[in-house]
């Protein structure tokens, strides 16, 4: 089994920065890529960033490119999402995923295979 352990998430007003950490602990020999999804309320989860295993290849969803970096230290088994300039409609849960796929950088869910508990990030306008 895999954890997934997220930080950073907090009340920031519109325009500024945060920064998401998500630290994997137990057989993370079987995970590679990684991703952030979001939930906000009443909404599906959906796709924010992902990061391929060695951090070559990078994915956004159209909403944040720009905006927010996700990166990776694998000495460390952790992934970040720098968020900047951001935006009342940001606010969500953000749930840090890992996957199995060792090229590429994923979007779609099914290909995740192991979950964070989710934190909340709220940007007031």
């Known amino acids: 089994q895999v954890q997934l352990v997220e930080s950073g998430g907090g009340l920031v007003q519109a325009g500024g920065s945060l920064r998401l950490s998500c630290a994997a602990s137990?057989?993370?020999?079987?995970?590679?890529?990684m991703g952030w999804f979001r939930q906000a309320p009443g909404k599906e989860r959906e796709f924010v960033a992902a990061?391929?295993?060695?951090?070559?290849?990078?994915s956004y969803a159209d909403s944040v490119k720009g905006r927010f970096s996700i990166s990776r230290d694998n000495a460390k088994n952790t992934v970040y999402l720098q968020m900047n300039s951001l935006k009342p409609e940001d606010t969500a849960v953000y749930y840090c995923?890992?996957?199995?796929?060792?090229?590429?950088?994923?979007?779609?869910?099914?290909?995740?295979?192991?979950w964070g508990q989710g934190t909340q990030v709220t940007v007031s306008s």
């Open positions: 137990g057989r993370t020999s079987n995970t590679y890529a």
């Open positions: 990061i391929s295993w060695s951090g070559g290849t990078t």
């Open positions: 995923a890992a996957s199995g796929i060792y090229f590429g950088a994923p979007r779609t869910r099914t290909n995740y295979d192991y």
